[in-house]
């Protein structure tokens, strides 16, 4: 053994997620039109936002790669399950399917982001609270401020 792997502890949800992601992925090579599928898919899935745009697939509504970590219709969990954001609706229906696109598109309102992400409000503010509260931990770690990020913003 080596001293990386000593102490180290793996919780019993880890392995009931690992097993479950190998159970998918041995399904999912056995299903040989599903692996053909997949091969197809990846073949063609832009891996950046700039293949995306080069490719011409930013501007198609709605995006066709659902699988997508940046689709606003549905999300990989990791265990493998898919769940829909917008369980009531279709595809179709939704105005923006891809987050980069909504993010290219500038500032938006906490109504304007609930309404795209089918959440509330209120919900949106608290994400942003929290993931104001990460940024500024992070950045006290480089020894940075977000007043010394601004000022150097405001300089430019």
Avoid at 86 to 99: N, Q, V
Wanted: glycine share 8%; aromatic share 6%; proline share 4%.
């Amino acid at each position: 053994m080596r001293d990386s792997e000593r102490g180290k502890t793996i919780s019993a949800a880890q392995i009931k997620r690992d097993m479950k992601r190998e159970k998918a992925r041995l399904e999912l090579e056995q299903d040989t039109e599903g692996q053909r599928y997949l091969a197809l898919v990846e073949k063609v899935r832009p891996r950046t936002w700039g293949e995306c745009k080069e490719k011409g697939w930013g501007n198609t509504r709605p995006c066709p790669f659902i699988g997508c970590r940046y689709h606003l219709y549905a999300d990989i969990q990791p265990t493998g399950a898919l769940k829909l954001l917008w369980p009531t609706a279709d595809p179709l229906e939704l105005p923006e399917t891809c987050t980069l696109v909504v993010a290219e598109a500038g500032e938006r309102t906490l109504d304007e982001v609930g309404q795209i992400l089918n959440i509330t409000r209120e919900r949106v503010r608290q994400v942003q609270v929290k993931g104001s509260r990460n940024f500024a931990r992070r950045l006290e770690k480089l020894g940075l401020s977000l007043e010394e990020i601004r000022d150097t913003l405001k300089r430019r």
